[in-house]
């Protein structure tokens, strides 16, 4: 009697699964399905359609009941999420609440998590850098975590071929700590921020930049894009919402409907993968066990090539539980590590200042982007009293104030006849932090979820190395916005735990050694070459770049590589 | 009683009874209103139209709507309902029923029975009274900051107990608060004085003022 509920295994066999739908699962789909493979993309949360499922895009201001406030009995039963700075009214949908997925933290450490269609695609803020080789030899060159594999020639063309099509606006700087890329016209900067430039590479002899933040935001080549179905960005800074126009990049307006396109595609929601079926005669995974998110039930799908892009910590939780008599600590950990030596973006301190001066000016509309500092700490050599360094976000706009003392008429003729105030600038610290062996995720021992899979244990802490590099961030922001005229300069150390960069990276670290890494330079785990990590995971350190944009130059040079070795 | 011996600590004599006029029947609006929020924090109708008279009071009608007529004192209520942590909301509604209880012992009627300069005076008078003052931050930027603590927009420090002068201000101070966001960002003023555009197509980071033209700010 057929049992329509279950299908064949011939029905659930495919020539490649993904395991997530987010930034760099994504690009493995599209990759492996403009490359003719059947391709099984596995999300564990609900789907999320272009435009179709973006609740929230069209509303006004005045739509959100409490103006874009989260209520108090959210924020109290979710403390983590409630501390992102993106969790307001009009994204909160897309964003993991506590409840819903607890954690263990045996440090404090806030996890955010973005479990749909598309994952933090949807809500990621757009900023891209490329990685240069003064990042990929940082390990070696200052004695800590392990020599990458690859270098920037490996990589450079992957960059090309992402951010073509993902869509990069920058602009050509010339700086060898950030190489230039493949750019659509670059946004602008406001005189402020000119100013800044201008002084800063006066002062420093042009050994420190501000430069426009390149980010994944349409601005020319219309018709390019328009082939993804997508438009023009808007300059509506709503992108958390999701964007009608496709104006910035998720896998939700581009990869995904791409990958759909080519007929390859199987997408599946409502898909946690528990873990991956390692077959000890064949010495390779041949497929995934996925349990239903509604229904609890267990299924397997099956094929000859894994693609793990469930986000850093997720991938290292499924590698865990994937267990096995050839593997009882996790698939491919063989030398212990997998989970260790993770790390993150230290993003504790900012600055803020005040300029009079461009009075005749004021800067208007909603840039989605900021302007941005490379790294120019120890770049070329050991300089200071800790390692690595930490880029900067800075933005300066023109304030508005408004006298709000009064009460009725006054009061309110006040407030309809608002005065321009001086410029604001400001600035927040990106750093490098060194993994080590005592930060690690793992199962917890005893605390299962909701499917009955082992909660991670999170076990992270800043250092004395990071202590030291926001002291150094104060200082030397400080001179050089006293450089630039700016007054009322404030220092701040928001002392939040780490995890709200959103920038967790490693445990399924890359290296060339398998006594001492997990995967290799293609991205597959050394003891079990068809599996491939691509996602945070495989981040063997963190550099002070934000990351989306290696991830996917990852995922689509170790698809290339997976189809190519098939075929050999 | 505890408004009698509230109102000697903040030195009025008592002169009287104090008075509570009758109850008319609220229109089917405020009906609803109390309704729902009722779900969680129990109001009454004499608090509602205090707030609504407060809030007229604050950003008065004219020309251009007010405040009330803008329905912002509903945004009050929504705000002070599911925003504020329980401690907060206490505050917030001791505050209400301090003010309320002083004007009416005062003036021997309740606030919202006042004439508009008398109302006007009564906020002034309240709030120029000397005590130590509860801190309510007005933000001078209204629009939200990226932080890495979603917190609300205040802190209101601790109020030495007793402080009913304290509660009194601070009650006032988070309903101008809301009343003046919630005012600036009804669909009213973003639409017809300083209009918001959904799809603005660009950014300007270098414009010359006009000083002939009125400031946006939600451009």
Not at chain 1, 439 to 450: F, Q
Not at chain 2, 141 to 167: C, D, I, K, M, Q
Request: hydrophobic share 35%; net charge negative; with cysteine.
């Amino acid at each position: 009697m057929p049992n329509f509920n279950i299908d064949s295994i011939e029905d659930r066999t495919f020539d490649a699964i993904v395991i997530g739908s987010g930034m760099s699962g994504g690009w493995a789909a599209k990759e492996l399905c403009d490359k003719g493979l059947k391709t099984l993309v596995l999300e564990r949360g609900r789907d999320v359609k272009h435009n179709q499922d973006y609740p929230t895009t069209h509303k006004m201001p005045w739509e959100f009941e409490h103006l874009n406030q989260i209520p108090e009995d959210i924020q109290k039963a979710n403390p983590v999420i409630s501390r992102c700075y993106a969790f307001r009214e009009d994204a909160k949908h897309f964003f993991v609440l506590d409840t819903e997925h607890p954690y263990v933290q045996e440090k404090p450490f806030d996890w955010i998590r973005g479990y749909q269609t598309g994952g933090k695609s949807l809500m990621w803020a757009r900023h891209t850098q490329r990685w240069s080789n003064l990042d990929f030899e940082g390990p070696d060159r200052d004695g800590f975590a392990v020599d990458w594999p690859i270098r920037y020639e490996d990589i450079a063309p992957w960059y090309d071929y992402i951010e073509k099509f993902v869509g990069i606006s920058g602009n050509m700087d010339g700086l060898e700590e950030l190489p230039d890329g493949v750019f659509l016209p670059p946004m602008e900067m406001s005189c402020v921020e000119n100013h800044f430039s201008d002084v800063v590479a006066q002062k420093y002899n042009k050994q420190r930049h501000v430069i426009i933040a390149r980010c994944a935001h349409i601005t020319g080549n219309y018709e390019y894009y328009a082939k993804q179905g997508r438009a023009m960005c808007q300059s509506r800074n709503l992108c958390q919402r999701g964007c009608p126009f496709g104006g910035y990049f998720s896998s939700n307006s581009s990869t995904i409907p791409w990958a759909l396109k080519t007929g390859n595609l199987t997408l599946k929601n409502h898909a946690i993968v528990h873990s991956i079926i390692y077959d000890e005669q064949k010495q390779m995974a041949t497929g995934v066990v996925v349990i239903d998110a509604q229904t609890k039930e267990s299924i397997e799908y099956y094929a000859p090539v894994i693609f793990v892009n469930a986000a850093a910590f997720n991938t290292n939780l499924i590698l865990l539980n994937s267990k096995s008599n050839r593997f009882p600590n996790g698939l491919g950990n063989d030398n212990g590590l997998l989970g260790k030596y993770v790390a993150f973006h230290h993003y504790r301190a900012r600055i803020s200042g005040e300029y009079e001066g461009f009075m005749d000016k004021y800067s208007w509309g909603r840039r989605p982007t900021s302007s941005y500092i490379p790294r120019f700490r120890n770049l070329y050599k050991q300089e200071t009293d800790f390692l690595r360094g930490y880029a900067a976000g800075f933005g300066a706009s023109r304030a508005i104030e408004m006298d709000t003392d009064g009460f009725g008429a006054e009061l309110k003729e006040n407030l309809l006849n608002p005065k321009y105030g001086l410029w604001r600038v400001g600035s927040h610290c990106m750093g490098e932090t060194i993994p080590k062996e005592s930060n690690y995720v793992a199962l917890d021992e005893n605390k299962v979820d909701e499917w009955g899979i082992p909660q991670l244990k999170i076990s992270i802490d800043y250092d004395d190395n990071d202590e030291k590099m926001i002291k150094d961030y104060h200082e030397q922001l400080t001179e050089m916005f006293e450089a630039a005229g700016f007054t009322n300069i404030k220092t701040y150390d928001s002392h939040q735990a780490p995890g709200l960069d959103i920038h967790e990276m490693g445990g399924v670290r890359m290296g060339k050694d398998p006594k001492t890494s997990l995967v290799d330079k293609w991205n597959r785990l050394h003891a079990c070459q068809n599996v491939y990590v691509t996602d945070g995971a495989c981040m063997t350190s963190t550099s002070t770049q934000n990351p989306s944009l290696t991830y996917m130059a990852f995922a689509a040079r170790a698809v290339d590589h997976a189809v190519k070795n098939s075929k050999a | 009683m505890h408004r009698r011996a509230l109102l000697k600590n903040i030195g009025i004599v008592s002169a009287g009874i104090l008075f509570f006029p009758g109850c008319d029947a609220p229109p089917e609006e405020q009906k609803k209103m109390v309704a729902k929020i009722q779900d969680k924090l129990q109001v009454k109708e004499e608090e509602q139209a205090l707030v609504k008279s407060l809030v007229s009071t604050l950003i008065p009608n004219g020309e251009i709507p007010g405040a009330a007529e803008l329905d912002v004192d509903r945004y009050v209520w929504l705000m002070v309902d599911d925003c504020l942590p329980k401690d907060t909301q206490k505050r917030y509604m001791n505050g209400l029923e301090n003010f309320g209880a002083y004007i009416e012992e005062k003036h021997l009627a309740p606030f919202y029975d006042l004439g508009p300069a008398q109302q006007l005076s009564c906020l002034s008078d309240t709030m120029n009274q000397e005590e130590p003052a509860s801190v309510v931050i007005i933000p001078s930027s209204l629009a939200n900051t990226r932080g890495p603590v979603n917190r609300p927009f205040w802190e209101p420090e601790p109020l030495a107990p007793g402080n009913y002068l304290g509660e009194m201000k601070f009650f006032l101070n988070m309903t101008k608060n809301f009343t003046t966001r919630g005012f600036l960002y009804s669909e009213y003023v973003m639409t017809k004085l300083m209009p918001y555009q959904l799809v603005p197509g660009k950014y300007n980071g270098c414009d010359t003022i006009d000083p002939s033209k009125k400031i946006n700010i939600h451009a």
